[in-house]
RNA sequence: GCCCCCAUCGUCUAGUGGCCUAGGACGCCAGCCUUUCAAGCUGGAGAUCAGGGGUUCGAAUCCCCUUGAGGGCACCA
């Protein structure tokens, strides 16, 4: 079994490109891909633009690039199905020659109208059949009035469709309630049901990995396989991904696009981990894998069935892990671009790449995107700090005694030769039991004046990182500050 | 309205008849570490396994019903 799947699988992803990707589009392709590499088979691209009035410009361009950040590599296209119509066409052919098809004239506010009383007498929406029974005299005349038709699929009348998905199990439809689809739209692009089995079909796919939205649709499928005398392939419909308001993922949930997430600065690696891991599971412990382990242990039957909804703290809590396993060149060359992008603009560029390389393994550990990093450092680049002088007192000093060590640390760093973190605590901690402060307190007063904030990196190490020069000039603004507050 | 699917902590999940007084992760809370933050470590709260019926010596696990949620029902994919 496992070596005969090894020769034969083929899987696609194909996406449309009327919108950029998004998490659930993403994760249907992560899971092929995995599926493919498991299982040493092809992962095929497969771009179907067969409606082009929903064709979103540059779309194609996006999603390319998402599966090359995520390292989702493929083997086969990008086949268009716009450049394979003649496929379609043929096929259509063939179903409307064998009668498993026909013409329909039906106007589209006849069918508007049709659907609208459909739903006013509450029963289901559904063609009426109203061209398939046309007589031969209707249809010369239809055929010379120059309405240009839509090939209709004759689905039986009678029956169920039976199938086996890979996740659900057995599922069956009754046959009475699927109607007649459209195969052939008028302006000679296929719709969906028809351009994706002739496709599967020519590109010899074995297994179709879709979101579970495509399950109602797969007996139609079924049921147009078995017209053109095709071996259907195997059916794994994959829980849907939903909002934190258990809807479908859209802009209103924020982020909702992969290139959203590149762009707040999470990483391919955390991505990939994280996405497999909504309606997938290795065991009951295991939450950090790589690509590597993911390919080895990727199975269908380890698809959970239930829809998830996507927590973006454990998203974010993963990629900080990610963040702090880079070796440190690696994560200062990804927190280059986001410097250069985020830091304010007075901040002189091209920023000194000895400076940042000295501040990031600072950062390195407190930062959960990469995005957040020039937030986070920003002190280290910006020549005049802005923040509330009151900070000063936040720990409980009065304003009196904290001008006091604050003048009493400028004298001291003045004098100060060597300006590495062990010198200066070897001169600040001392001073802080001379001055009768808590180191807590000392400290936070001189982290205060020389970052700004009342939380940053250690504190000796900022200050060798942020050097003489600048410390002394910042304690000295930070004097004068502070005499406001007297 | 009709059809299909699903149902374990707030969220992601483990669990395929006895190992479950239900395990892990995120988040939350507390403690430790500590100059703040973060990280790390330790501990805690958090699920009467949607509800109700069966089957069985025994059910989160099997069956039925109810409820809830999601998806589909286009000349969109």
Not at 52 to 70: M, N, Y
Not at 158 to 184: A, C
């Amino acid at each position: 079994m496992e070596s005969a799947l090894k020769t034969s699988v083929r899987v696609r992803f194909a996406p449309s490109p009327t919108g950029y990707p998004h998490l659930g589009n993403i994760r249907t392709a992560l899971f092929n891909w995995l599926f493919a590499r498991h299982h040493g088979g092809k992962f095929i691209l497969r771009i179907e633009d067969t409606d082009i009035t929903r064709k979103v410009e540059g779309a194609e361009g996006v999603i390319l690039d998402s599966l090359r950040w995520l390292g989702l590599d493929w083997d086969e296209g990008p086949y268009f199905q716009s450049q394979r119509l003649h496929y379609y066409h043929e096929v259509a052919n063939r179903l409307l020659k064998e009668d498993y098809a026909y013409l329909c004239y039906c106007s589209t506010e006849r069918l508007a109208v049709m659907r609208r009383e459909q739903m006013r007498r509450k029963q289901p929406p559904k063609y009426d059949g109203h061209c398939r029974y046309l007589t031969q005299q209707e249809k010369l005349q239809l055929e010379a009035s120059g309405i240009i038709p839509v090939v209709r699929f004759k689905m039986p009348l009678q029956g169920e469709t039976t199938f086996h998905d890979l996740i659900r199990g057995q599922v069956t439809f009754k046959n009475s309630t699927l109607d007649d689809l459209v195969l052939l739209k008028s302006d000679g692009y296929p719709t969906y049901h028809l351009a994706n089995i002739v496709d599967d079909h020519l590109m010899a796919i074995s297994h179709v990995l879709r979101a579970d939205e495509w399950l109602s649709s797969t007996p139609r499928h079924i049921v147009l396989y078995q017209a053109l005398n095709w071996q259907p392939p195997r059916f794994a419909h994959l829980p849907m991904i939903l909002g934190p308001d258990r809807a479908k993922l859209s802009k209103r949930h924020g982020a909702t696009t992969i290139v959203d997430y590149k762009e707040q600065g999470y990483l391919p690696q955390a991505m990939i981990n994280f996405l497999a891991l909504l309606g997938w599971s290795l065991d009951d412990r295991t939450e950090l894998l790589s690509r590597e382990e993911l390919i080895k242990h990727f199975s269908l039957e380890r698809v959970s069935k239930t829809a998830a909804i996507f927590n973006k703290r454990k998203l974010e809590w993963m990629n900080g892990v990610y963040l702090r396993q880079l070796r440190p060149e690696e994560f200062i060359q990804q927190a280059i671009p986001f410097l250069d992008r985020h830091l304010p603009a007075s901040v002189k560029r091209p920023l000194c790449s000895n400076y940042i390389r000295q501040i990031m393994p600072l950062l390195q550990e407190r930062a959960k995107t990469l995005a957040e990093i020039p937030q986070l450092g920003s002190f280290f680049f910006l020549d005049e700090l802005q923040y509330d002088p009151s900070l000063f007192l936040s720990s409980g000093l009065d304003a009196k005694t904290a001008t006091q060590a604050i003048e009493i640390a400028l004298r001291r760093l003045k004098i100060a030769g060597v300006w590495d973190a062990n010198s200066l605590e070897g001169i600040l901690r001392p001073l802080a039991a001379e001055l009768n402060l808590s180191a807590g307190k000392f400290f936070g007063l001189l982290r205060v004046a020389t970052t700004g904030c009342t939380a940053a990196p250690p504190l000796f190490q900022t200050m060798a990182v942020l050097g003489k020069e600048r410390c002394l000039k910042r304690l000295t603004t930070a004097l004068q500050r502070i005499l406001t507050l007297l």
